[in-house]
């Protein structure tokens, strides 16, 4: 089992950033990838952002690129989300997840674990 704690969400205006954190614990090295998921109010969760373990390599939502960076420190077992010019739109409890096996899908069901969410709220 791996346990996953967010942390770094708030409330914030327009074009501010804010730097969410997950650390991981328990079984951390059968992971293999973390990403963030976000989930807006009468919505379904959307995949933000992936991180390989190992590799670093990293993929991202087409409406966070270039503003949002994610990023890993493996001695510490976590990951960090960092956001940048956020928008209204950004409002969401943000999520953090953890697979043990390789794919290519960002799908929710994708990922075997997830920490209990954090709330960002982007004013305008």
């Known amino acids: 089992q791996v346990q996953l704690v967010e942390s770094g969400g708030g409330l914030v205006q327009a074009g501010d950033s804010l730097r969410l954190s997950c650390a991981a614990s328990?079984?951390?090295?059968?992971?293999?990838?973390m990403g963030w998921f976000r989930q807006a109010p009468g919505k379904e969760r959307d995949f933000v952002a992936t991180v390989r373990w190992t590799s670093s390599s990293t993929d991202y939502a087409t409406s966070v690129k270039g503003r949002f960076t994610i990023s890993r420190d493996n001695a510490k077992n976590t990951v960090y989300l960092q956001m940048n010019s956020l928008k209204p739109e950004d409002t969401a409890v943000y999520y953090c997840?953890?697979?043990?096996?390789?794919?290519?899908?960002?799908?929710?069901?994708?990922?075997?674990?997830w920490g209990q969410g954090t709330q960002v709220t982007v004013s305008s």
């Open positions: 328990g079984r951390t090295g059968s992971i293999t990838t």
């Open positions: 997840a953890a697979r043990t096996y390789y794919t290519s899908k960002y799908v929710p069901a994708s990922f075997d674990f």
